[in-house]
Each structure stands twice: as C-alpha cells, then as structure tokens.
C-alpha cells in the first residue's frame, strides 16, 4: 500500500513485497526488517550514546553486520534500532524498486504511533501491535478473528526519524573513506604544485627564448626563421657551385699540364686561354662534376650571369 507525501509515493516494505511504480518513493520498513529494543544508556549527548548503542545488541546479534539508529525518549532512555542494511538493499530490489528511486526510509514503529491503543491492527498482509511502546509483530496463526483497525497510508504523516542507505555499490566503511579523501585531496595538491612549476619553467623559457631573439636579432617568428634559412641554403649552393667551377679549372691546369695564356672579361664572359695542352686523351678524361659541360661552365654569381669558357692549344 501507499500515500503519498511531499509529491513521494510512500510504500511498506516486507520481505514479500511487489511493486509495480517507476518514480521515487519513501519507504516504511516492516518490523521484519529491523530490531527496535528500548534501553537505559545514562548519557546525555546524543552523539556519546549512538556510538554505545551497539555494545546493547552484541549480546544477540552479529553487530558487525548492522547499523544502528537511536531516538533519546528522556534523560536516560533511548529507542534504539538496529538494521542489517545488506539485507534491506536485497528486500528492495526483490520488491522490483531500484535504489536510485528511494527518498527516505522509516521505521514503522514511529509513523504507526497513532495506532498505539493496545488493539491489533493491519496493514497488508500483516498484523501489528504496541506492546510497552514497542511495535511488534503477531503471527497470522495467531489471529482468531479479523481486525477492525487498518492502517491507511493515506493519511500516515511521516516522521523526522529516517535512516539513509549507502549506494549498493559502496564497500567502503567511514574510516576508508576518510583515508582515500585524504590521498585524493593530497594528490590534488601535489599536482597543483607540478602544474604551478611546470607553468612557473615555461614562463622562464619564453622569455629566454624572446631575449635571446632580441639579442642575436632574429626572426620573431618560426616561418620567417624557416624563410631564412632556405635563403642562406640558395646562397651556400651557389657557393659550392663556384668553388666546384674553381676546382675544375685548377684540375684542368694540374692534369693537362696546360699554361693560362690569358684571361679576358667580355661582359657577362670570362675566357680563360691554355697553351701547351700535353694531350688530348688526357682532357678527355676530365670530367666536371654534375655532369656540366666539359669546358663551359655557367654561373648565376650574385645575379650577375658569367660563363666561363676554356680554350686551348696543344705542344
């Protein structure tokens, strides 16, 4: 069954339950799920007397497996629960509900209490009664005759006292997760100190790099840089071009035991004149490199057009 509260369906949870409802519900536990016990804990902070209320249940339940909450009545009574919470998952998603559709979750001896007049009452297929203020179950067996009070959700006004349940994925215990925030917030840390010297060298290392620009007067950019060094590549070319023409000339002297008669400059011309040539086959195995003519070479000098042309005569 259920109401609805605050825009929430509110639904009661027992081992058998079934629903059929896709949006976000509240939830009321069946007595089933839990154990309520009311103890004498003589502390007044309630936030000393949670952390003994588990020493009051070890006498009959595997404390390790639950958890517990508590509602201080006066200055030394306390209505504790306890509730396996493995358990309360498993029972939820048996009822076909996801975890993700659970608002809040109660225990139904607090949102019953208007029932507490000693009488028997219903709510599905169960039956309930106040004994000592304390909700307790009652066997169907037991009942000889059928209840005249049921419970109607739909004007069941929720309580303060609810309980939360971890995401069903959760394996950690509160200790852990202290822990792993501290390594997290400390790694966080950590990297914003790299981050900041990373940022603190790069800044260090561009204004070395623009001042040694500055200095050595270059190009302030990457493509004018790449522009200048495809020029000084033409020019070193053409420098190895002349040295190569040079060479050749030499070696034509060396090898055909020639003589420069005269050099003579004709405008864009330069002819070179060899007397007393040894031989010819010599000559002929003269080669220039690159494959340029034997005995004509030209040359773009500094945009100025010269050929050099070797002529001569033999002994």
Same mark, same amino acid.
Not at 91 to 100: A, D, G, R
């Given at each position: ?36 016990? $009311? ?6 902070? @309630? ?61 139904? +001896? ?25 909700? $307790? ?12 009070? @049921? ?9 303060? +006292? ?15 997760? @202290? /822990?792993?925030?501290?390594?997290? /917030? ?107 003519? @034997? ?21």
């Amino acid at each position: 069954m259920y109401n609805i509260n605050k825009n929430y369906k509110t639904l009661f949870l027992t081992k058998n339950s079934k629903f059929d409802y896709k949006q976000k519900v509240n939830l009321i536990l069946s007595a089933q799920l839990y154990w309520v016990r $009311v103890f004498e804990i003589p502390i007044s902070s @309630y936030k000393d007397a949670i952390k003994v209320v588990p020493s009051f249940f070890e006498d009959f339940l595997d404390i390790e497996q639950y958890k517990f909450y508590a509602i201080k009545l006066n200055d030394i009574q306390y209505l504790c629960f306890a509730y396996n919470q493995t358990q309360i998952i498993e029972t939820i998603k048996q009822s076909n509900l996801s975890l993700s559709q659970i608002n809040n979750i109660y225990f139904a +001896h607090n949102e019953f209490l208007s029932y507490n007049n000693d009488q028997i009452f219903k709510l599905d297929d169960q039956y309930m009664i106040y004994k000592d203020d304390v909700l $307790v179950l009652i066997p169907s067996s037991f009942i000889k005759s059928q209840p005249n009070n @049921y419970v109607d959700l739909d004007n069941i006004k929720l309580s303060k +006292h609810k309980i939360y349940i971890q995401n069903e994925l959760s394996f950690l215990d509160t200790k852990s997760a @202290y /822990i792993l925030s501290i390594i997290f /917030i400390l790694l966080i840390i950590v990297n914003g100190i790299k981050l900041y010297q990373i940022k603190k060298t790069t800044k260090i290392l561009t204004n070395n790099l623009q001042l040694t620009k500055q200095t050595y007067h270059l190009m302030p950019t990457i493509i004018q840089t790449k522009s200048v060094i495809r020029s000084l590549k033409d020019t070193s070319s053409k420098q190895i071009k002349i040295r190569e023409a040079l060479n050749y000339i030499f070696n034509f002297s060396k090898i055909t035991k020639g003589q420069i008669q005269r050099v003579d400059l004709s405008e864009n011309k330069i002819l070179i004149y060899f007397i007393k040539i040894d031989s010819f086959n010599k000559l002929k195995s003269l080669r220039f490199i690159n494959s340029l003519l @034997y005995l004509s070479i030209a040359l773009l000098i500094q945009s100025i057009f010269l050929e050099f042309t070797l002529k001569w005569s033999f002994v």
